[in-house]
């Protein structure tokens, strides 16, 4: 995203009393916007929109109306809705779709941004209110023109093509019935789901997974304790609780566990597709992420203790996870020899389920794994 010098031939328009074009403000603008969204709220997700639309009620921002040949134009409007690539406003007169224009977004931290891009559409709303349709040259973060709130029930995505959503997803739940439902929401996904009911057993294989998504009221940890545990033992995924309720004392529970979302209850399919589609997708997970040499090998000893302590609990399940996830970073990082290994003791496991059988030959992989990632 670039930052924009505005030609201005001559001096811009100096601020007024009105707050914006419209000179709407407070109750009366509020009043108005919740107008304009209460029959789309009805109408609910848009699959035809790429990108979900989120409040983004501003009595006013700057938006430079860019004329070729003449003077620009520095209008104070005020807004409706903002997504990874536009903004929604009103102004006072129609503006002629295809114009340029370039608007200063303003961050939570004072911060403006200045993101060049054109008029697609502008419609009559009332009296002289014109609401007008800005598409962004390049996409944006939305999120980082909002107060980060993981309770939001607006994403990036308004619809997600399921088999888009890869990766290891570890689902932290005692419940069973919970467990079935989530499985059910994600058949269609192309993720591999793991299991577990305790905070214990996900320290052990959490850091072979690019998303869990946990209980945020497990039996044996708190939110914050869970989340300092699984990111000690190596985890760099999204973390995704589940709650209740989104009341002030869940907030207070969840929130010092830092978690990427958090779902409330009871779970909705869509939500948990477009939750997912924010961390995997454009979140980019650790996965994703791991393009760079120096990364996997980082990655691959994290795996490795992840190995040595499936080894320790006797569990062949958890084992079978940590040389799975050795083996793909091995082929990532092309290191054939590992992969091999990694493999062959894949089937060998399988083949006999007994990890005492096997101690030799796994110490034999973490020690090659760790060699070829100091090398």
Aim: net charge positive; hydrophobic share 40%; proline share 5%.
């Amino acid at each position: 995203m670039q930052r924009i010098q505005t030609k201005t031939n001559g001096s811009l328009p100096q601020s007024s009393a009105r707050p914006n074009t419209v000179n709407l403000r407070g109750p009366a603008l509020a009043m108005f916007l919740d107008k304009l969204d209460d029959p789309e709220k009805a109408v609910g997700v848009s699959k035809r929109r790429g990108f979900s639309r989120r409040p983004f009620r501003r009595e006013a921002v700057e938006v430079v109306l860019v004329h070729p040949g003449g003077t620009d134009m520095l209008v104070k409007v005020a807004c409706r809705n903002l997504s990874t690539g536009g903004i929604s406003v009103l102004h006072n007169s129609f503006v002629h779709p295809g114009s340029q224009c370039v608007t200063r977004l303003p961050k939570p931290d004072g911060t403006v941004i200045s993101v060049p891009g054109a008029v697609k559409r502008c419609i009559h709303r009332a009296g002289v209110i014109h609401e007008v349709g800005i598409a962004f040259s390049r996409p944006i973060n939305a999120k980082e023109f909002a107060a980060a709130d993981p309770f939001t029930t607006y994403f990036s995505r308004e619809a997600v093509n399921p088999m888009d959503l890869r990766g290891t997803l570890l689902v932290v739940e005692p419940s069973q019935t919970t467990r079935g439902i989530i499985r059910h929401y994600l058949r269609d996904t192309g993720l591999i789901i793991e299991e577990v009911t305790t905070a214990a057993w996900a320290t052990v294989i959490a850091c072979s997974c690019d998303i869990v998504l946990a209980n945020g009221d497990l039996p044996d940890a708190q939110p914050a304790d869970f989340a300092r545990a699984i990111r000690d033992a190596g985890f760099g995924g999204g973390l995704v609780f589940t709650a209740a309720d989104t009341s002030a004392t869940t907030r207070m529970r969840i929130m010092p566990a830092r978690p990427t979302v958090v779902l409330a209850e009871p779970l909705s399919q869509l939500q948990m597709l477009r939750a997912f589609a924010e961390v995997l997708l454009d979140g980019r997970s650790r996965a994703d992420g791991a393009t760079s040499v120096a990364r996997v090998k980082s990655d691959l000893g994290v795996a490795c203790e992840g190995l040595r302590k499936a080894m320790a609990s006797g569990s062949c399940i958890h084992c079978g996870r940590a040389l799975k996830r050795i083996g793909d970073l091995s082929e990532r990082a092309g290191w054939s020899s590992v992969l091999k290994m990694a493999r062959q003791l894949s089937s060998e496991l399988q083949a006999k389920p007994a990890v005492d059988v096997h101690t030799a030959n796994l110490d034999a992989l973490v020690h090659a794994s760790l060699m070829q990632a100091a090398s």
